[in-house]
């Protein structure tokens, strides 16, 4: 038995003080007839009306605290069995270079359709903790490891192109930071998920040793290649406004399947939203790592029984004094 409301019982306090005056105090304080000999009625028999008296009384007190108790709110307790859910970590990195404004899905963007898939893999997820990477020049760590998917999908709201604040594109970079988020986790299954649109050529780190380094960490990368072959278009700003210029494929599709061939992962390529959410599908079908998931609590209220018994008494107390064991002043 649990209860959601304890607070309420310290109600029992005025109770008993008013039990203790009415009962104990008060009636022999104020004699209700004097008698200037005590024998007489002593001697009279008593009926069951005398005897009883005290009954509405004591019927209101007990209405009293089993109001109380419904006051407090008794709930029986169900605990559930704790159940085995199956999780890994995951860290997405996603290139937000100028490129990824190119309209290949024409009218979105590469940037467009790689967040909303992105989104749905997100939501579809159980007990995995999910983190976010973004990257252009260098690499920011957008969101840590959380289970928060609320909270993960704020963020992946505020993801646009350019927000590094640097130009290029630096993959090495980017798995590195990815890879030092999850270096920690002690998940069986820790995962990458690279999401570009070109080549790395930028940053400090060769992306070739930052997957060595993430094989060593037993770290899998899946890469995916996201835009259409050959030409495409991107927006840019002119004197003359804004127009649409030509911009070639320049994906890395050898470097990018040699990555993710290093850590025992797969390279994807997408070329429309639809490839792009299948890949998401198909990487969400990976082997994860067993983990315990909390045991659910469910609580039933238990109140109504005890708020009836109540009303009941409080309401048979009340008649009674009135009716039956009425008292005339």
Known sequence: MNFANPAFFLLILPVAALVWWREFFSLRAVARMPYPDFRIPGSLSGTWRTRFAPA???????????????????????PGEATHARGIDIMLALDTSGSMRALDFNPKDRMIVALQSTKTFITKRQYDR??????????????????????????????????????????????????????KSTAKSKIIILVTDGRSNAGEVDP?????????????????????????????????????????????????????????????????????????????????????????????????????????????????????WRTLP
Not at 62 to 71: E, K, T, Y
Not at 161 to 170: D, F, L, P
Not at 212 to 230: C, F, H, L, P
């Open 56 to 78: 509405p009384r004591w019927a209101f007190y007990a209405g009293l605290i089993f109001a109380i108790l419904a006051l407090a709110r008794p709930q029986s307790v169900m």
């Open 208 to 324: 070739m040793t930052a997957s060595k380094a993430a094989e060593a960490m037993g770290i899998r990368i899946y890469t995916i290649g996201v835009g259409i072959r050959g030409q495409s278009t991107i927006p840019v700003d002119t004197p003359f406004g804004r127009q649409l210029a030509p911009i070639t494929d320049d994906l890395d599709e050898p470097a990018l399947r040699d990555m993710a061939r290093t850590t025992g992962g797969r390279f994807f390529r997408a070329t429309s939203p639809k490839e792009l959410e299948q890949i998401y599908g198909e990487i969400d079908g990976l082997e994860k790592s067993d983990v315990e998931a909390p045991k659910a609590v469910e609580y039933e209220d238990r109140y109504k029984p005890w708020l009836l018994l109540g009303i009941l008494l409080l309401t048979a107390g009340s008649v009674l004094q009135l009716t039956l």
């Open 130 to 183: 999910i983190g976010l990477v973004v990257f252009g020049g260098v690499a920011l760590l957008q969101c840590p490891l959380t289970l928060d998917y609320g909270a993960l999908l704020e963020f992946l709201e505020q993801v646009q192109v350019g927000m590094t604040g640097t130009e290029n594109t630096a993959i090495g970079t980017a798995i590195a930071s990815a890879a030092n988020h999850l270096k």
